[in-house]
């Protein structure tokens, strides 16, 4: 890390990773996402303290408490880690033959999954291990401190337990996707039922949410019904993929049944907004994967205006949206959904967090506040603004992850 000035200060040890409180100090523009705190800075350097992996104290930096060290970041940026609530990391293979197709013209079909799921059958554990791995690091590297992932790639009781073995070991959270599409050749009713059945015993004990792919060419509202329904049985959280490819019954069911979260929403209706705005559903926009698979983008505008919570995620796969900047996210959502600076990194943030329903109480994460995760993202620029402002540039100057820099 190159210019980090780090000094010595008093203060008892902490129980952090590190063994030691820390300073973090000279913050030009402190976003916090805290209804109390708002947005610290300015005419006056904010600072914050981070002890046991926990955000300890914030505040002024003139009136910053005394730590073990401290680390001034000489008046950039920070703001949490950011929290990516959509992914699917447990994959191998290669589908750039799919997107070169695509940009020739080419319409984006739900099918394509089935050419990953037979190169993640045939990887080794230790090859799907070492993959995430690899994308987890370079998530982090960006920012990202807080990562959910899903199964779907292996559409088998066998590899969809495999699947949230390995995934539970490697990110924060793992969603159960056995719904992603029905294998080839198989009766669609039928792999319902073993969805429902063998292969929800056998992951339920490694994830905390189950997803459903409810769309035109994957499962219609039904089956859908049918996943959820059994997966909260299960006592699990319910996610829906919904809206992605044309207008269709997602949304309405993820808000009937009580999802945290419906994501793509590129389709909707006036009806589903009003919905979505009226519960406690998150809408969690993916636009990297539609500029990839050349979809109109959600309007996120009119979310907004309606009252509906807005999360953004990467939506990190190989076929559709191969990309893990959240960085590039907000730019786009910035840039070509009319959405604002602050609106786009809150959702990326604060948004995602409660996507995932992690926004409150110890250990929060997407918000600085004592007694939050110590997540901190530090840009090297003044203000957030410049996510958008230099979009495509790499601004990530420091992460902690629960206290522990990781970059």
């Not at 002890?51 to 920070?78: E, F, K, M, N, T």
């Not at 049985?233 to 419906?262: I, M």
Request: glycine letters at 12%; hydrophobic letters at 45%.
């Amino acid at each position: 890390m190159v210019g980090v000035s780090e000094l010595s200060g008093p203060g008892a040890p902490a129980s952090g990773s590190s063994g030691q409180s820390v300073l973090v100090t000279g913050i030009g523009e402190l976003t916090t996402n805290d209804a109390e705190l708002g947005q610290l800075g300015g005419d006056q350097p904010a600072a914050l303290v981070l002890d046991g992996g926990l955000i300890a104290w914030v505040g002024p930096a003139s009136q910053a408490p005394a730590a073990d060290r401290a680390v001034d970041v000489s008046g950039r940026a920070v703001l949490p880690g950011w929290v990516d609530s959509h992914t699917h990391l447990v994959f191998a293979g290669d589908r750039t033959a799919e997107f070169g197709a695509r940009m020739a013209g080419e319409p984006y079909r739900a099918g394509g999954i089935a050419v990953t799921v037979q190169a993640t059958r045939a990887a080794s554990d230790q090859q799907l291990a070492a993959t995430m791995r690899r994308h987890v690091a370079e998530a982090a590297a960006q920012g990202t401190t807080y990562l959910e992932t899903k199964t779907g790639y292996g559409l088998t009781v066998a590899d969809e337990a495999r699947a949230a073995k390995l995934a539970s070991a490697e990110v924060d959270e793992v969603t159960f996707l056995g719904a992603h599409l029905v294998p080839p050749g198989a009766d669609a009713d039928e792999y319902v039922e073993l969805v429902c059945g063998p292969m929800l015993d056998a992951v339920a004990p490694h994830v905390r949410w189950a997803d459903v792919f409810c769309e035109t060419g994957a499962f219609d509202a039904d089956q859908s019904r049918a996943v959820l329904t059994a997966a909260a049985k299960h006592g699990l959280g319910l996610r829906v993929h919904g809206n992605q490819l044309g207008p269709g019954p997602g949304v309405t069911l993820a808000v009937e049944l009580g999802a945290a979260s419906v994501d793509h929403c590129t389709y909707l209706t006036g009806a589903d907004m009003d919905a979505l705005a009226g519960s406690d559903t998150v809408a969690t926009l993916l636009p990297a994967c539609d500029l990839s698979t050349r979809q109109p983008l959600p309007d996120a505008r009119a979310l907004l205006e309606a009252g509906a919570t807005v999360a953004l995620a990467s939506n990190c796969n190989p076929g559709s949206s191969y990309t893990s900047s959240m960085a590039f996210c907000v730019a786009t959502a910035v840039l070509q959904m009319r959405m604002s600076v602050a609106e786009a990194v809150r959702a990326a943030t604060w948004g995602g967090a409660r996507a995932l329903r992690r926004e409150s109480g110890p250990g929060a994460v997407g918000v600085l506040r004592p007694g939050s995760r110590a997540d901190l993202h530090v840009l090297d620029a003044p203000s957030v603004t410049h996510l958008a402002y230099r979009p495509g540039v790499p601004l990530t100057w420091a992460v902690w992850r629960a206290g522990a820099r990781v970059h």
